[in-house]
């Protein structure tokens, strides 16, 4: 499948709901590519391109998956191809590191809607604030525990490889007394997806100073 092929099948706000990011009615959304209070990045169906007013942050929809994830034109290419499909079209390419490639696929699906979900979670927003968290980053999301029942009640941070790939998580639980159900690895706050691997893409030493 050719470039023109990958953008005739794939419209910006497919890419966007994949994400879990929905427009306004003015087709505007609060730009993911820098600390944006209020919605300063424009989105055009019609040209299926993307401006951001902003920061400047400007492309069609396959820059924007590269500018979301932080990976390489190549990368956005094969997970264009992802999206349209359902499958990577060259799993060893999308995924180089030789794991299977579904759990770094499942990873990300999981991931895309903790993201979606802090949006929507109060106690989350608040948790997040009281530690100066900027939760319209990219790389933080909460789990409530609807779907996933382990690190519920946690804001969960993917851990990546050195392909920005995410292969594991950490969870920080927002509960001041409780402790979260179904954590088998980790102590007191702080929990780890059994056989963790990969680090916090997002300035891992300050991020750790500010959750602890």
């Known amino acids: 499948m050719e470039i023109k092929d990958i953008k005739n099948q794939l419209s910006i706000l497919k890419v966007l709901n994949h994400y879990g990011i929905q427009p306004d009615k003015n087709n505007q959304i ?3 590519f820098h600390d944006d209070k209020t919605p300063s990045l424009r989105i055009y169906p019609e040209t299926n391109t993307y401006h951001c007013f902003g920061c400047g942050k400007t492309g069609d929809q396959i820059q924007f998956i590269q500018d979301y994830e932080k990976i390489t034109k190549h990368q956005a290419i094969l997970k264009a191809k992802f999206i349209i499909n359902g499958t990577p079209a060259n799993q060893e390419k999308y995924k180089p590191n030789n794991q299977k490639p579904m759990k770094n696929i499942e990873l990300l ?3 895309t809607s903790f993201k979606l979900a802090i949006t929507r979670s109060p106690k989350a927003r608040e948790y997040a604030k009281k530690r100066h968290l900027n939760i319209n980053k990219p790389e933080i999301g909460y789990n409530s525990g609807t779907t996933y029942k382990k690190m ?10 050195k392909e920005n790939q995410i292969v594991s998580s950490y969870g920080r639980s927002i509960l001041d007394k409780q402790k979260p159900s179904g954590l088998p690895v980790g102590t007191g706050k702080h929990y780890y997806t059994t056989g963790r691997t990969g680090l916090y893409p997002e300035h891992p030493k300050e991020q750790t100073k500010t959750l602890l």
Request: proline share 12%.
């Open 109 to 111: 699906k999981m991931f």
């Open 30 to 32: 609060k730009c993911p």
């Open 152 to 161: 519920k009640n946690c804001l969960i941070f993917p851990l990546k490889n």
